[in-house]
T-cell receptor, first 115, second 110 residues
Framework: NAGVTQTPKFQVLKTGQSMTLQCAQDMNHEYMSWYRQDPGMGLRLIHYSVGAGITDQGEVPNGYNVSRSTTEDFPLRLLSAAPSQTSVYFC??????????????FGNGTRLTVT | GQQVMQIPQYQHVQEGEDFTTYCNSSTTLSNIQWYKQRPGGHPVFLIQLVKSGEVKKQKRLTFQFGEAKKNSSLHITATQTTDVGTYFCAGRYNFNKFYFGSGTKLNVKP
């Protein structure tokens, strides 16, 4: 099993550009989520999904869009990149929402720099 | 902002010394999970605590969940260089939102 796969591993964008971070899991997990990690800030939840066709906002959703057309894929779109979005992005999945005693499985992360 | 407060932010210890990180919440948690992130890596699940006052052990690691389910701790006995990394706690605040603490970065000097 590949687990959670994120692409790309690294990305440099110019301010105003848009792009999509890809996330795919092969564990048939219903719950998927996106976090960003900044120094001293821990992991902050951007968006999450409890199943195909269902998404909701986390604590820092502004500037990001998500969709969940299949169980396997949960892409994160940056609409107009800003330097404040420079961060490491992690996608995570679990068989049930974490509050239902299900651990999160993380991808290897995407390191994004916006200049 | 952060709903789960974690201290200390950094800890430097000599190999063989003990280490503890603390996680505090202003509201009751239904459960708490702990994760470890090695330098340059991704968070990896360590353990979950659910019951009030629960204590779980994994070799040299001891995890506790407070009686009021508002705080938790991770204690490492006799640290080794392989313990280097950042330790995160994470707890649930509403049905599907799971928030992480800011993490404690542990450095172990050989």
């Amino acid at each position: 099993n590949a687990g959670v796969t994120q692409t790309p591993k690294f990305q440099v964008l110019k301010t105003g550009q848009s792009m999509t971070l890809q996330c795919a899991q092969d564990m048939n997990h219903e719950y998927m989520s996106w976090y960003r990690q900044d120094p001293g800030m821990g992991l902050r939840l951007i968006h999450y999904s409890v199943g195909a066709g269902i998404t909701d906002q986390g604590e820092v959703p502004n500037g990001y869009n998500v969709s969940r057309s299949t169980t396997e894929d949960f892409p994160l779109r940056l609409l107009s990149a800003a330097p404040s979005q420079t961060s490491v992005y992690f996608c995570a999945s679990s068989s049930k929402p974490p509050g239902q005693n299900s651990p999160l499985h993380f991808g290897n992360g995407t390191r994004l720099t916006v200049t | 902002g952060q709903q789960v407060m974690q201290i200390p932010q950094y800890q430097h210890v000599q190999e063989g010394e003990d280490f503890t990180t603390y996680c505090n919440s202003s509201t009751t948690l239904s459960n708490i999970q702990w994760y470890k992130q090695r330098p340059g890596g991704h968070p990896v699940f360590l353990i979950q605590l659910v019951k009030s006052g629960e204590v779980k052990k994994q070799k040299r690691l001891t995890f506790q969940f407070g009686e009021a389910k508002k705080n938790s701790s991770l204690h490492i006995t006799a640290t080794q260089t392989t313990d280097v990394g950042t330790y995160f706690c994470a707890g649930r605040y509403n049905f599907n939102k799971f928030y992480f603490g800011s993490g404690t970065k542990l450095n172990v000097k050989p």
